[in-house]
T-cell receptor, first 112, second 116 residues
Framework: KNEVEQSPQNLTAQEGEFITINCSYSVGISALHWLQQHPGGGIVSLFMLSSGKKKHGRLIATINIQEKHSSLHITASHPRDSAVYICAVRYNYGGSQGNLIFGKGTKLSVKP | GAVVSQHPSRVICKSGTSVKIECRSL??????MFWYRQFPKQSLMLMAT?????????EQGVEKDKFLINHASLTLSTLTVTSAHPEDSSFYIC????????????FGPGTRLLVL
């Protein structure tokens, strides 16, 4: 069964703390996405990874293909980072039409 | 980055009525569009995938006659919830991908549907 597991489910941090959210999956993938869902529901695509590491501002995403694991890091966290962070993977279906499978999300709350 | 819009953002309707939700890609040609549904505190669940000019592919358990999807152009897809019932109340999100975008999907802001 293809599953995407995220941890932790909920995370509360103080402003300025370094945040790590983890994602693990079960079989080979062609791409992994990190998404941010705001309290109103809107979704923003943060990163798409197939290998290595990407950085955008205070956000860093890494992926270890051998270990089937990805992490999303937030440096110097801020209350505006409070959101649900979702990991989604596209499994290898032999073509580009493989659908995204979503984790249940990690709800992050950053306190001032 | 690419932008996907949805309209309306929120809709309240009476049971038995039909509701149409529009999804537009604003600055790219979306050859593939995806429709998701999200219940409170749940993951996004794919409802259907549509390729421009062809019939949508529905996921198991999603009634194609109830959730009508039209992807008539490279920038517009519509989802019509026919004869809506309270259990259809949910957050509906579209996502789009174009040829140039390769694997990247861009998500719309979602439409919150409440059926009374």
């Amino acid at each position: 069964k293809n599953e995407v597991e995220q941890s932790p489910q909920n995370l509360t941090a103080q402003e300025g703390e370094f945040i790590t959210i983890n994602c693990s999956y079960s079989v080979g993938i062609s791409a992994l996405h990190w998404l941010q869902q705001h309290p109103g529901g809107g979704i923003v695509s943060l990163f798409m990874l197939s290998s290595g590491k990407k950085k955008h501002g205070r956000l860093i995403a890494t992926i270890n293909i051998q270990e089937k694991h990805s992490s999303l890091h937030i440096t110097a966290s801020h209350p505006r980072d409070s959101a649900v962070y979702i990991c989604a993977v596209r499994y290898n279906y032999g073509g580009s039409q493989g659908n995204l499978i979503f984790g249940k999300g990690t709800k992050l709350s950053v306190k001032p | 980055g690419a932008v996907v819009s949805q309209h309306p953002s929120r809709v309240i309707c009476k049971s038995g009525t039909s509701v149409k939700i529009e999804c537009r890609s604003l600055d790219f040609q979306a050859t593939t569009m995806f429709w998701y549904r999200q219940f409170p505190k749940q993951s996004l669940m794919l409802m259907a995938t549509s390729n421009e000019g062809s019939k949508a592919t529905y996921e198991q358990g999603v009634e194609k006659d109830k959730f009508l999807i039209n992807h008539a152009s490279l920038t517009l897809s519509t989802l019509t919830v026919t004869s809506a019932h309270p259990e259809d109340s949910s957050f509906y999100i579209c996502s789009a991908r174009g040829v140039r975008q390769q694997e990247t999907q861009y998500f719309g802001p979602g439409t919150r549907l409440l059926v009374l």
